[in-house]
């Protein structure tokens, strides 16, 4: 009964505060979450010098080819 009875007298606020306050840490982890520099490291592009690397390795260009390529890129 005495519960009963402090909610009433709260005036109703009360419902509102658990789910304000689980959407405010999930907006901070969000947040967080986007600008971290972890993120940043994941979403890296491997720069021409690696994708022509990759290419000789896995043999779709010759030796000349991957030379000439790599002194256009040098300039």
Not at 20 to 42: E, Y
């Amino acid at each position: 009964m005495t519960s009963q009875l402090l909610l009433h007298e709260a005036g109703g606020w009360h419902w509102w505060f658990i789910p304000f306050w689980i959407l405010l840490w999930v907006a901070v982890i969000a947040v967080l979450f986007r600008f971290s520099p972890w993120r940043r490291r994941c979403d890296r592009r491997p720069d021409a010098r690696a994708i022509l690397a990759e290419r000789f390795a896995r043999g779709e260009i010759d030796a000349t080819e991957y030379a000439a390529r790599r002194d256009v890129l040098s300039q």
